[in-house]
């Protein structure tokens, strides 16, 4: 079956950091590209960052730019989150999402929570 597990969510003060991870399996992962999404409290999903299925290419959100990167290892099947100079309105159920567009294919993750507060 397909799985996607996130990990690595919890509690972090302003400015600080944190490592998102989010393991996979029951699919090609290399097949797939990757994204992060993540909705916060009263707000709509958005799309947090994007890497292809090489990982030749990454895209973010301006509001993360800069603070956020994505990665993967192939070999893994695992795609990260690092997420640096964390601010309050970071916090938000993260979500991993593995997508082949060309076929139409998508999984989700149930989502990891972060919270960014003092």
């Known amino acids: 079956q397909v799985q996607l597990v996130e990990s690595g969510g919890g509690l972090v003060q302003p400015g600080g950091s944190l490592r998102l991870s989010c393991a996979t399996s029951g699919f090609t992962f290399s097949r797939y590209a990757m994204n992060w999404y993540r909705q916060a409290p009263g707000k709509e999903r958005e799309l947090v960052a994007t890497?292809?299925?090489?990982?030749?290419?990454?895209n973010y959100a301006d509001s993360v730019k800069g603070r956020f990167t994505i990665s993967r290892d192939n070999l893994k099947n695992t795609v990260n989150l690092q997420m640096n100079s964390l601010k309050s309105e970071d916090t938000a159920v993260y979500y991993c999402?593995?997508?082949?567009?060309?076929?139409?294919?998508?999984?989700w993750g149930k989502g990891i929570l972060v919270t960014v507060s003092s």
């Open positions: 890497i292809t299925s090489t990982g030749g290419s990454t």
């Open positions: 999402n593995a997508v082949r567009r060309l076929y139409g294919l998508d999984h």
